[in-house]
C-alpha cells in the first residue's frame, strides 16, 4: 500500500539565497527533513519543471516547486490482535498505557506481539504512517504512558517537538537502590556498550543525555523517585541512575539485584527477590497537540507491582525505625 504525495508552491522572495532542502523544509513543515533530503535525492523535486536533485542547490525566489512522490508502506509487519489500554483518541493521536512484557517495535529476538502489530490491527490505515505512528519508545518491562501518531503530519510535529525538546514532557516514577538525600540532574553523554552490545553505557563519544531526578520519598536502603526527560536516549534513566549507583530495583542489566538492608522484613526479602522488572513508569505526559496545538496531559496509576513495593519499603522502615542499611 502507497500514499501518493503531490504538492506544489511558491517560493516567497524572502526565502531567495536559502538552500533548496531548507526552503521545502518551511513550505512543507509537515514533512521531515530527513523525508526532505530523501525526496530531493530521488528526483521527485521539481524547480520551475526542472529536476533539482542537490540538497543545497540555491534559490532566488519567485521559483515554482513541486513534489511527486509516494510513500511506500512497510509491509514485513503483521497486524495482530493485542489488546491496547488507550487512554485518549482523536483523529490525530492516540496515547496508550503500555503494560510490562510488551516490545514497542519489531526487532532481533522480538518478530512480532509488539505495540506496532496491535496499532497494525485496530487502526489498518496507520499502515501509511512511518514506524505505524510510533513517535517514542518504551523499554519493553516498562510500563506506562506512549503517544501514537495516527497521520503523518501528526507525527512529523510530534517528532519535531521532542527533538527540540518543546511541549514535550515525559515524567517517570521509579524505585532505586540506595538512599538519597535530594534531588538533581545526571547530565551525561549515552552510547552503545563497548562490549554488552545489547547494553548502553556512560561514555563520551555517546549523545548528549540529561535526566532529572527528584526524591519522592525515602526508605531505609531504596529511594522513590519522580524523574523527568529532557532527552530520550535507549534505557536513558536506568544508564544514569546506574551511573550514579543508585541503579534501578529488578534492573539486573545495570546492577538493580536484590539489596535488603540488615534486619529486612520477610516480606521485602521476598519482594526484592521476586521483583522480576526494572521499577521503572512512564507515570505523566504532557504534550501540545501536533494538530491544534492545545496542551494536553495524561496520568497512567502507578502498577500494582511498583505500589506492592513501596507499601512493602514503608513497613520496613516503620518495623526497623533504628536500623540503617
Partial sequence: MTEQ???????PTELG?????????????DYSRSR????????????DG????????KLFGGEVVNVETSIEAPREYLAQDIKLNIVYEDDDILVINKPMGLVVHPGAGNPDGTVLNALLHHYPDIINVPRAGIVHRLDKDTTGLMVVAKTIQAQTHLVKALQKRENFTREYEAICNGTMTAGGMVEK???????????MAVHEQGKPAITHYRVAEKFRAHTRLRLRLETGRTHQIRVHMAFINHPLIGDKAYGGRPRPPKGATPELFQMLREFNRQALHAVKLSIAHPITGEMMTWQAPIPDDMVAMT????????????IDF
Fill in 17 to 29: 539565497g536559502k538552500r533548496l532542502d531548507q526552503v521545502l523544509a518551511q513550505l512543507f513543515p
Fill in 311 to 322: 507499601h512493602v519499603l514503608r513497613e520496613d522502615t516503620k518495623a526497623n525505625p533504628n
Fill in 5 to 11: 504525495i503531490s504538492l506544489q508552491a511558491d517560493v
Fill in 50 to 57: 526542472e529536476i533539482f536533485n542537490t540538497p543545497r542547490e
Fill in 189 to 199: 553523554p549515552i552510547g552503545r556498550h563497548p562490549t554488552q552490545r545489547t547494553h
Fill in 36 to 47: 526532505i533530503k530523501t525526496w530531493i535525492l530521488d528526483d521527485k523535486i521539481t524547480v
